[in-house]
């Protein structure tokens, strides 16, 4: 960090000489620190719940944006998020700054404050109702701003966590949807042009229309692996329709249209207004411009990864990015563009599908209910009729030493209990993390309990983090109500696309494993911007670099 201050020290100072050397009509432009051929922009892409998986599976049918990237960048085909909790939250903390949520402190989308007794949102703020406060480290767009305050530094997204989180401490704006419009909190300084784009309505085209999928030959959606799975509950269907019976828009219009590739479009839309109105890309002081494309997840979670949903969401997706490539060459061109595409986090297959194709796997069902509960009421047959656990599986140490217990006994107590539910594989305890030495990531085993270890280490905050996480058996899928979800460290949660575009940067697949912690660093050594010296991702940029 050092370093960065010590930069921005010395542009500061070479400001307040070119200030004092002027003495009438507006200042210069601040110089650039960066050599000219420095890209001008950094499009930084995150697509929620994108697993790799759907990469290769569905990479025959992927001729628009993915097609691209995959034809054209450096393909990391074995990367991974290194920590268990793989959900939004933690992912795009972990994508922006190079860090695990340990460090970053985002450990989760919420977690328990013991001080306040009260549940924290990730991207809650203090004096803002959303900001960055909680993030404990700074993000690539930060080290941009601190190198050289002209680069503009923009995030947008579905959710406010993944825009926020994307953005870093310095964004000029980060931007997310909320009921049919882009809004911001306080902590920014909310873009002249909004209000207007937001009246524009974009969305209000889709009104009296139904959500059909492209048509894809039976042979090749057999061939993709898609399935029509019976879950009991319902069986949903094309074509969907957005909202309800009503003449007009409503707040149900907007919201279902967030579950549709749609709101993807619109994110495009919105995106290509950034660029325009802010005049990303167009001198020599680079721009990062973050988007986090959030369809997919919402998709993905009611439909499952099998499902003609998905496959619609991405191949539209595929189109949008197209589209907007297509766009940011004509106005920047992308040879001055560098450009990365990520995942927050992957998805848990159904155990319908699994079943269906003759493997293992299990929802949560009244059993695993009840076992929960009966674990509370052996605490209570036990230690008495106290709040042992406080919001879930966090242990309220003040009221174990008021009735002079052993906090470690209840801990192994409580340990002991939940271990004894179906499919629980271990139970991670505050002791058994706090007792975990960091191993580096070129040195890590990459199954086995110490992998497992290691992934909950490197999720575990000691002041945010509950007393007790569970690591189930693959494939149970901790949701009870149909579709999917995910949040395991099993491999269909924690791979996830990594692909870097850059001039200079031949199209070459690389198969050793790497981590989402390195995307923020590499695109640092490829920008030449200066990272902080003590991330957990390693720039890879190096070895990328055609001879
Ligand atoms: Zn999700």
């Not at 042009?193 to 009296?208: A, H, I, T, Y």
């Not at 594989?425 to 110490?450: I, K, Y």
């Not at 945010?464 to 058996?473: E, H, I």
Request: hydrophobic share 40%; net charge negative; charged share 20%.
């Amino acid at each position: 960090m050092s370093t960065h201050r010590n930069h921005r020290v010395a542009v500061n100072a070479i400001v307040v000489a070119t200030t004092v050397l002027t003495s009438c009509g507006s200042p210069p432009p601040m110089p650039t620190p960066f050599p000219e051929d420095t890209p001008r922009l950094m499009l930084f892409l995150v697509v929620d719940q994108l697993s790799q998986d759907y990469l290769v599976r569905m990479r025959p049918l992927l001729s628009g944006g993915f097609g691209y990237l995959l034809d054209n960048g450096a393909v990391f085909t074995d990367a991974h998020h290194n920590h268990a909790n793989t959900v939004t939250g933690a992912g795009h903390a972990t994508l922006a700054s190079g860090c695990y949520p340990r460090r970053s402190g985002i450990i989760s989308n919420q977690w328990y404050n013991r001080a306040t007794r009260a549940q924290v949102y990730c991207v809650q703020g203090e004096q803002y109702r959303r900001s960055p406060s909680n993030l404990l480290v700074s993000t690539i767009g930060d080290w941009l701003k601190d190198m050289d305050p002209e680069s503009k530094v923009f995030a947008a997204g579905g959710k406010d966590r993944s825009a926020i989180l994307t953005g870093g401490h310095q964004a000029d704006a980060a931007l997310w949807y909320n009921g049919g419009d882009w809004v911001t909190t306080g902590y920014y300084t909310e873009p002249d042009w909004l209000e207007s784009f937001n009246d524009r309505k974009w969305l209000d085209q889709f009104f009296g229309e139904l959500w059909e999928p492209l048509p894809v030959a039976d042979d090749m959606l057999a061939e993709m692996d898609i399935v029509t799975l019976d879950e009991g509950i319902y069986q949903r269907s094309f074509p969907y329709a957005f909202g309800s019976k009503s003449l007009r828009p409503t707040g149900g219009f907007y919201n279902d249209l967030l579950s549709s590739p749609f709101s993807d479009e619109y994110l495009a839309e919105l995106a290509k207004t950034i660029i325009v109105e802010e005049s990303l890309g167009v001198d020599d002081h680079p721009d990062f411009l973050g988007l986090a494309f959030h369809a997919l997840d919402y998709v993905g979670h009611s439909f499952g990864p099998h499902s003609r949903e998905v496959l619609d969401t991405i191949l539209r997706l595929d189109q949008t990015l197209a589209d907007l490539l297509e766009f940011v060459d004509q106005r920047i061109g992308l040879d001055n563009v560098v450009i990365s595409l990520s995942a927050d986090h992957g998805v848990v297959p159904m155990p319908a599908y699994r079943k269906s194709v003759g493997d293992w796997g299990e929802r949560t069902d009244m059993d695993d209910i009840a076992c929960f509960q009966a674990v509370g009421r052996a605490l209570t047959e036990r230690y008495g009729n106290g709040d042992w656990l406080r919001a879930g599986l966090y242990l309220d140490n003040e009221a174990i030493e008021a009735e002079g217990l052993d906090p470690l006994e209840v801990e192994r107590e409580v340990a002991t209990l939940l271990g004894r539910c179906d499919y629980v594989e271990h139970v991670w305890t505050r002791s058994e993390l706090m007792a975990t030495t960091p191993v580096p990531a070129t040195d890590q085993p990459t199954e086995g309990a110490a992998y497992f270890r290691q992934l909950f280490f490197n999720g575990f905050h000691p002041q945010r983090s509950p007393d007790f996480q569970l690591q189930y058996a693959p494939y149970y899928l901790d949701r009870m109500a149909a579709g999917s979800t995910h949040g395991t460290p099993y491999d269909y949660d924690t791979w996830v696309p990594f692909i870097v575009v850059a001039a200079g940067i031949g199209p070459r697949q690389i198969s050793e494993r790497v981590h989402t912690a390195d995307v923020a660093p590499t695109l640092a050594g490829i920008m030449g911007i200066e990272a902080p010296a003590e991330l957990d991702g390693v720039d890879r940029s190096a070895s990328l670099r055609n001879r």
